[in-house]
């Protein structure tokens, strides 16, 4: 599912449409990578808390490292960001682990071992702050030491990196000539084969078609004789 979204953000150029929107606001622009790494972070802390780890990854994911990929950080960005994901822990339903626990505790026959939304805000917020925090401090610096810090956001603002840039593009662009798009030398013209199976194909059809149309008008001559 990740590899899905993430080849539909590149090549429908949502990538691209949606990390300049993002770099472009002016919020971002005035902000240090580590406050735009923070804002990420607890956007997707959030929808992993409300929708499901699973989710928020296959979805969310390639839109923020689309947009990684345009600070030029893609590597810390995505790194961060995945690692914040399961701390997201405040629903019953966040994880498949959080499911098998709320249900556990009404299997076991004891009221008082029974857990409510209550537990699991408490606990699920507590573990959300903590973990959040331990990314944005110790796994910040970590990253920084393998990673280089990325250019300031006003540096990257008008560059569209070519990770972005959707393939079927950029492939077909060296295809054009005059305004229209040529066949490569590997590939079938379809144009050509339409124009010589289309009229056997229509002859077929009208061929089949015969005995059918014949049958319905003689059934209708023969009900309004009736």
Known sequence: GTNVVAFLVRETGLGVEMADNVVGTGIVEM??????????ILITMVCSTLLQHSITGVL???????VGIKLQAAETTAILVAIAVPFGMGMPHSSM????????????GRRSAELKGWDWHIAGGWTSVAGG????TLGYQIALMFYKLPPPVWVVKGMTPDALVPKVVVENIKNIQDGRLTWPSGFVNTSAFTQVTAPSFAASLRQRSAPRLRRRRQGGKTTAAG
């Open 97 to 108: 682990d959080n499911v098998l626990s709320h249900r556990t505790s009404f299997l076991m």
């Open 31 to 40: 902000m240090p990578y580590h406050g735009l790494v923070a804002v990420l």
């Open 60 to 66: 969310l994911m390639p839109l923020i490292v689309a």
């Open 133 to 136: 925090s331990l990314v944005l």
